[in-house]
Nanobody
Framework: QVQLVESGGGLVQAGGSLKLSCAAS????????MAWFRQAPEKEREVVAS????????DYADSVKGRFTISRDNAKNTMYLQMNSLKPEDTAVYYC??????????????????WGQGTQVTVSS
């Protein structure tokens, strides 16, 4: 079992920055792919970025490429999402996910076994 706790969300003006953190506890943190997803009201949950166990294998949604950076510190059991040049359309609840099933696509939320409670990010125009 893995417990995930997100933090760092808040209200920011367009063009600003936020850094989200996802603290993990329980089973070995460093053994799996992790990801950030987000869900805006009345929209489906979508992947924002994912990162392999070593931290060197990252993927980003086209909408955030060049603005967001995903990273992880396995010694601290923590994953991060640095968000720069934020836009109003980035407003959503952001979730971290872990426990990717074997051979599952890292882009699909149903392939992850563990989820945090979410943290709200609101970007004002």
């Amino acid at each position: 079992q893995v417990q995930l706790v997100e933090s760092g969300g808040g209200l920011v003006q367009a063009g600003g920055s936020l850094k989200l953190s996802c603290a993990a506890s329980g089973r070995t943190f460093s053994s799996g792919t992790m990801a950030w997803f987000r869900q805006a009201p009345e929209k489906e949950r979508e992947v924002v970025a994912s990162i392999g166990w070593s931290g060197g294998d990252t993927d980003y949604a086209d909408s955030v490429k060049g603005r967001f950076t995903i990273s992880r510190d396995n010694a601290k059991n923590t994953m991060y999402l640095q968000m720069n040049s934020l836009k109003p359309e980035d407003t959503a609840v952001y979730y971290c996910a872990a426990g990717l099933r074997a051979y599952g696509s890292r882009l699909l939320p149903y392939n992850y076994a563990y989820w945090g409670q979410g943290t709200q990010v609101t970007v004002s125009s």
